[in-house]
């Protein structure tokens, strides 16, 4: 039987035939593994999400994480999954092997865990933010710090936060006023709040390391004075076993719409004992490392999240019968499943092009990764760099766009059923509305895009991802038919995307191009997609059978029905329009 989670055939072209990840095993990093060994983790993380994560997805969205003012419950089946995945050895799944890690390509870690995510997102929220958190201090920590708190989280004893966000600052980590005064013993006393924060306080694991963005006085003003700090929940004693309550605690529990069964706590700092990340004043340049991993993880969750609500809608179309064809007469004839309407099928299209599309950027991003961690030279892991850096804005914001989009058409699909509890369809639309606001918003990835990255080193990412489409392109164009069809179209909006770039910031008014920021984002992603759907086509080229044929026409389906939705944004930015910049509040 099939899994309604995600599909496996789907994830096999895109790592073998498309990707070539078994490729990666001639690289010394990754040289200890084989297409075997990638099937089998892919394999036991589709079995963990189906036994012990997707069974109580419904219960925990039903019954919430609870605070009675001293310690937080969660119910029982959280804990017993996320042992399992523990158990399993899979936390450093992706991690070198001194730290205990197995030095999977982050193209199959990334795979095996969207199993875990589209099972259900919140438990595996757990997981992610511990991972993200082992990774930083892996890079940035110190051997004692290593050894103190990533091979404890590895292990599973530990689990990891990130703690940014403060109430009067929200994104604006400028204005955060958690402060961390230096003690003579080396160590710093945290005091301050935190909001916003998810995994923060649980009795899953036996510590909690919450990694803290702090200012240690009399630093410098602004992102500039901001250091990073280990702030564990439990102090850990020389031996490595848990000591006393750290002085952090929650308030209470925000209430969510969607992601319910992960929680997600106000924090406060009452003289905690912090241990200072690398250097003072360095934290926002430390903690980008585990922000840019978590962008591209709340792009897989929207990927996760729109794919089954794919294939549950797919599943229901085919079994639902009502109405009749529209040249039928005869009111006595049996009525025909909905999959054959053409609307639903264009619903179903819209969703296998959004959800497939999305998967296969997330998966090659995650090349990249695999790509610069096994460069063996500076100038490749350079190079790799550029592309992954304009491309990961692009990762967290189209996936969160537009596979919640998915998620509003399976409903649709679904029909009155789909409002209703009883179908799982209403909650995933619940739980992915949250990735757009997750890990910083499309406004600020589209600044993030068009303020930085692709201006950065004279346009050089610009450029990068430039030569890999114009590369795409020849090729699509030397395997003819449809493909050298679809690499004209990319070609033509590509150009476009380029020359309106260069004017706007010709132009001298940055203001009124930065204010369109968020049409340049979704223009982008949407002629990058369609990018990374040409690829697919030209490595369906002289395949034959449904599953390329689906392939083949989902690309033209993008093609024909979204690429052209980059035409008038296109239009907006060229014009330096200046509607939105030169509204007033008062004419609200």
């Known amino acids: 039987m099939k899994s309604n989670l995600l599909s496996r055939r789907d994830l096999d072209f895109l ?8 490729e990666l095993t001639k690289r010394n990093r990754f040289a200890e593994h084989s297409r075997e060994t990638f099937d089998a983790v892919l394999e036991l993380c589709e079995q963990l999400a189906t036994r012990y994560f997707a069974p109580h997805n419904k219960r925990s969205d039903a019954e919430e994480p609870q605070f009675d003012g001293e310690k937080v419950t969660v119910i029982g089946e959280v804990k017993e999954a996320l042992d399992a995945f523990a158990q399993a050895d899979l936390v450093g799944m992706g991690m070198d092997h001194e730290l205990g890690g197995a030095q999977l390509p982050m193209a199959v870690a990334q795979a095996a865990f969207a199993w875990i995510a589209a099972a259900n997102i919140s438990t595996s929220g757990y997981v992610m933010l511990t991972i993200a ?5 892996a890079k940035f920590g110190t051997p004692e710090q290593i050894e103190t708190f990533v091979k404890p989280m590895l292990a599973g004893r530990f ?3 990130m703690a940014l966000s403060e109430t009067q600052a929200g994104s604006s980590l400028a204005d955060i006023l958690t402060r961390a005064e230096p003690q003579e ?3 710093y006393r945290l005091f301050g709040s935190k909001m916003w924060i998810s995994g923060a306080e649980h009795e899953l694991t036996d510590n909690i390391v919450n990694l803290v963005l702090a200012k240690i006085p009399g630093g410098p003003a602004g992102t500039k004075g901001i250091s990073l700090f280990i702030v564990p929940k439990y102090l850990v004693t020389e031996d490595g076993s848990v000591g006393q309550r750290n002085g952090v605690a929650i308030s209470g529990l925000n209430h969510k719409m969607g992601q319910r069964g992960i929680t997600n706590t106000v924090l406060n700092f009452d003289g905690a004992v912090g241990y200072l990340v690398g250097e003072p004043h360095r934290g926002i340049t430390y903690m980008f490392t585990m922000m840019n991993e978590a962008r591209l993880g709340v792009g897989m969750g929207a990927v996760a999240l729109g794919y089954t609500g794919y294939l549950k809608s797919l599943e229901y179309a085919r079994v639902r019968p009502q109405g009749r064809p529209v040249t039928a007469k005869d009111p006595t004839t049996p009525q025909i499943p909905i999959i054959e309407h053409a609307d639903v099928k264009r619903m179903l299209l819209a969703q296998k092009a959004y959800v497939e599309g999305g998967m296969a950027l997330l998966l090659y991003c995650a090349k990249l990764v695999d790509l610069q961690h096994s460069a063996e030279t500076d100038e490749e892991r350079d190079a790799v760099a ?3 850096d304009i491309l990961t804005p692009v990762g967290k914001s189209w996936p969160s766009q537009w596979c919640l989009e998915a998620n509003s058409l399976a409903i649709q699909v679904h029909g009155g059923y789909g409002y209703t509890r009883e179908y799982d369809v209403e909650q995933h639309y619940r739980d992915n509305r949250l990735n757009p606001i997750h890990e910083g918003t499309h406004g600020i990835q589209s600044l993030d895009l068009l303020g930085r990255k692709v201006t950065q080193g004279g346009g050089a990412s610009l450029m990068a991802l430039g030569a890999a489409i114009s590369e795409t392109v020849d090729a699509a164009r030397a395997a003819g038919g449809q493909a050298a069809e679809l690499a004209g179209e990319l ?3 590509w150009q476009r995307m380029v020359a309106v770039t260069a004017a706007m910031f010709a132009s001298g008014d940055i203001d009124a191009a930065m204010a369109n920021s968020v049409a340049y ?3 982008f992603g949407h002629i990058v997609v369609a990018w990374i759907w040409l690829q697919q086509v030209v490595a369906c ?9 689906g392939k083949r026409h989902a690309a033209r389906y993008f093609f024909r029905a979204e690429l052209p939705k980059t035409g008038p944004a296109l239009d907006l930015l060229a014009a330096l329009d200046r509607t939105s910049l030169d509204m007033r509040d008062a004419w609200f």
Do not use: P, V
Not at 541 to 548: A, P
């Open 15 to 22: 790592l073998y035939e498309w990707l070539r990840i078994d």
């Open 133 to 137: 958190n082992a990774n930083l201090l």
């Open 159 to 161: 689990s990891g936060t």
């Open 185 to 187: 013993d080396g160590t």
């Open 386 to 388: 550029l592309l992954l």
């Open 491 to 493: 070609d033509t909006y």
């Open 521 to 523: 984002l979704e223009a």
């Open 541 to 549: 080229n002289g395949r034959t059978g449904d599953f390329y044929d």
